[in-house]
């Protein structure tokens, strides 16, 4: 079973710069999510989709940061414009169902370097 | 305001030199305990979910427990293998519905076992 699939897996912008990232989740997972890692932390949930809706994007920056899940499949997430604080990884992750017994599984990330 | 901690932040072991992991909590509901590895440039790789108080799971080398409020991994003989992040993270209870349930991570505890 092919697992979470994100890119790019580097990018590297200058402050003020727009910068896109993109996932497509485990074949018929309804549920994704995009966290934010920054080093030497733990994963932090920005926003949760369950198929094309907006679940939970209660931790997203909005004035900068724009997600959108088109089809209930791929997701796109989008800074705009980028700080220096926004360097980090971010983990893109889905799972069967929302809610108890189904596990999230994670993608290899983007790590974003904001210069 | 969901919390999780993790000790120690490093440990350094050596091979078969069994040890645990520490993970408290601070949830108003607990809907599930999950714990992840991390390997460096890669995103967490799933290894137990846990629910209810008193609850057990093995996989290999370890074994992970819960209380009411902290949960144990426990690693037996460990091997250089086993090197990585552990990550320990709650999923609430959301009593007001809505289908929200993404992590909330601790910071990992960074573990070396040297051969």
């Known amino acids: 079973e092919a697992g979470v699939a994100q890119s790019p897996r580097y990018k590297i912008i200058e402050k003020r710069q727009s910068v896109a990232f993109w996932c497509n989740p485990i074949?018929?997972?309804?549920?994704l999510y995009w966290y934010q890692q920054i080093l030497g932390q733990g994963p932090k949930l920005l926003i949760q989709f369950q198929n094309n809706g907006v679940v939970d994007d209660s931790q997203l920056p909005k004035d900068r940061f724009s997600a959108e899940r088109l089809k209930g499949v791929d997701s796109t997430l989008k800074i705009q414009p980028a700080k220096l604080e926004d360097s980090a990884v971010y983990l893109c992750?889905?799972?069967?169902?929302?809610?108890?017994?189904?596990?999230?599984?994670f993608g290899p990330g983007t790590r974003l370097t904001v210069t | 305001e969901d919390q999780v901690t993790q000790s120690p932040e490093a440990l350094r072991l050596q091979e078969g030199e069994s040890s645990s992991l520490n993970c408290s909590y601070t949830?108003?509901?607990?809907?599930?305990l999950f714990w992840y590895r991390q390997d460096p440039g890669k995103g967490p790789e799933f290894l137990f979910t846990?629910?209810?108080a008193g609850e057990e799971k093995e996989k290999e080398r370890l074994k992970a427990t819960l209380t009411k409020k902290e949960s144990f991994l426990h690693i037996t003989a460990p091997k250089p293998e086993d090197s990585a992040t552990y990550l320990c993270a709650v999923q609430p209870f959301m009593y007001s519905g809505g289908g929200a349930d993404g992590l909330t991570f601790g910071k990992g505890t960074h573990l070396i076992i040297q051969p």
């Open positions: 846990l629910y209810s």
């Open positions: 992750a889905s799972s069967l169902v929302g809610g108890q017994g189904y596990e999230q599984y």
């Open positions: 949830v108003s509901g607990l809907r599930g």
């Open positions: 074949s018929g997972h309804a549920t």
